[in-house]
């Protein structure tokens, strides 16, 4: 909750030990992602690495700016890890987001607009370039969105594997699910209007497994079972 008039955040006692949940998150997930510990097998840190450097991220608009007035070494390591994954691969790991967490669907035409302008416009502000990805809130999508998105130049965007409904075949539509859906691949989504953008599907029990279950507790835990879930997409 931000104070409308001064901008902070109000004190919340469900984000103790810290003042409110910006600081906790902060503390639990990006700072601790942006000086990222390798370990030893006795548990010792032996280097820290920017995690930033390595997987797509996105940071929503508000946050962003919080972190650029509370914690600006947070927010360099995370435009370097952008910078760093541009320069290896010709595109950066940073993604654009929503600007006001919205979804996305129930937003009438022109907040759609907006919602999407103003995100584009602060990416190119806390990163120096244009997005070429934008996460959706909820990962909610319609066609009407996917057209804005498209037509403001977003390539692509991330959703659900159980959105998937059918993919267009040389002999027509072709029902999948989300066990039937390869993940292993970006699909091109044609839109009404003739337009395209790309989706990509995340992996939907690897991503529980981080949020729910304590997988990145382990390191070695955490590899072993990314393994073994490319090896039964590779097997597919």
């Known amino acids: 909750h931000e104070d409308a008039w001064c901008g902070d955040r109000l004190v919340k006692t469900s984000a103790a030990p810290m003042r409110?949940?910006?600081?906790?998150?902060l503390r639990e997930s990006y700072a601790t992602l942006a000086w990222a510990g390798r370990l030893d097998g006795e548990g010792r840190i032996q280097e820290s690495r920017n995690g930033y450097e390595w997987i797509n991220f996105s940071g929503g608009p508000k946050l962003m700016d919080w972190r650029r007035r509370e914690n600006p070494a947070l927010l360099a390591r995370m435009r370097l890890g952008d910078e760093l994954s541009r320069k290896r691969l010709g595109h950066g790991n940073a993604m654009a987001q929503i600007?006001?967490?919205m979804i996305?669907?129930?937003a009438t035409e022109r907040d759609k607009l907006l919602e999407t302008v103003w995100a584009i416009e602060d990416f190119r502000y806390h990163f120096g370039r244009r997005p070429e990805g934008m996460w959706l809130s909820e990962?909610?999508?319609?066609?009407?969105?996917?057209?804005i998105l498209a037509a403001k130049g977003i390539r692509f965007v991330v959703l659900a594997p159980r959105q998937a409904r059918a993919l267009v075949t040389e002999n027509g539509p072709a029902p999948v699910d989300e066990g039937s859906l390869d993940i292993g691949e970006p699909y091109l989504v044609r839109m009404p209007s003739g337009a395209f953008i790309t989706a990509v599907f995340y992996h939907g029990p690897l991503s529980q497994g981080i949020a729910f279950e304590g997988l990145l507790r382990d390191g070695e835990r955490f590899w072993q079972r990314?393994?073994?879930?490319?090896?039964?997409?590779?097997a597919q």
Do not use: F
């Open 226 to 234: 990314i393994s073994s879930e490319a090896s039964g997409m590779n």
């Open 139 to 147: 990962c909610a999508v319609d066609s009407a969105s996917l057209e």
């Open 104 to 106: 996305l669907p129930l």
């Open 20 to 25: 409110n949940w910006n600081q906790r998150i």
């Open 99 to 101: 600007y006001h967490n």
